[in-house]
T-cell receptor, first 114, second 112 residues
């Protein structure tokens, strides 16, 4: 089954404790992206990757890191999480960037930072 | 003016009603228009996809794009409780305008 898999689904952590949210897709997509979704603010892009070893900032990159060492994986790293990073996170992928390549989303990771 | 504006909702309708969801946008370079549906505790999934102006129908769903007015709509006929979800519009262009821009979403509840 074609899918984007995120882990974990739920995560509670404390301020300053480094964490990684994993994302993997099995569709051989070149483009991958991370979003956060907050009430009243909608989906906001954190980082994206056009291909292996090619990453770029989205609209809200502060406090986050990403890497793209393999085509299928695109982990999101929070080096020193803070309470304002409490949110619902989505990883997404598509064959390429652009309107004729709609995104496929994972089922989300709900992160709480206390 | 925000690039994409979507009615904030929430919206509650009785089963069988016709639902109209709308978004307006400001960037005339947008050419690809999408509607995503997001169920509770799930990621958004693509529901409808339209290129440029016109209508597209898929079962009970019709997507409409009016580029002259910079206005898109999603119509749901004979709405069902299973249609209860959050609906997000999204749009993009090409080249320098190829970043996908989302509306904030509207939560629809269909009452049995």
């Amino acid at each position: 089954e074609a899918q984007v898999t995120q882990n974990p689904r739920y995560l509670i952590t404390v301020t300053g404790k480094k964490l990684t949210v994993t994302c993997s897709q099995n569709m051989n997509h070149e483009y991958m992206s991370w979003y956060r979704q907050d009430p009243g603010l909608g989906l906001r892009q954190i980082y994206y990757s056009m291909n292996v070893e090619v990453t770029d900032k989205g609209d809200v990159p502060e406090g986050y890191k990403v890497s793209r060492k393999e085509k299928r994986n695109f982990p999101l790293i929070l080096e020193s999480p803070s309470p304002n990073q409490t949110s619902l996170y989505f990883c997404a992928s598509s064959p390429s960037e652009g309107g004729n390549s709609p995104l496929h989303f994972g089922n989300g990771t709900r992160l709480t930072v206390t | 003016q925000k690039e994409v504006e979507q009615d904030p909702g929430p919206l509650s309708v009785p089963e069988g009603a016709i639902v109209s969801l709308n978004c307006t946008y400001s960037n005339s370079a947008f050419q690809y228009f999408m509607w995503y549906r997001q169920y509770s505790r799930k990621g958004p999934e693509l529901l409808m996809y339209t290129y440029s102006s016109g209508n597209k129908e898929d079962g009970r769903f019709t997507a409409q794009v009016d580029k002259s007015s910079k206005y898109i709509s999603l119509f749901i006929r004979d709405s069902q409780p299973s249609d209860s979800a959050t609906y997000l519009c999204a749009m993009t262009g090409t080249g320098a305008n190829s970043k996908l821009t989302f509306g904030k979403g509207i939560t629809l509840s269909v009452r049995p």
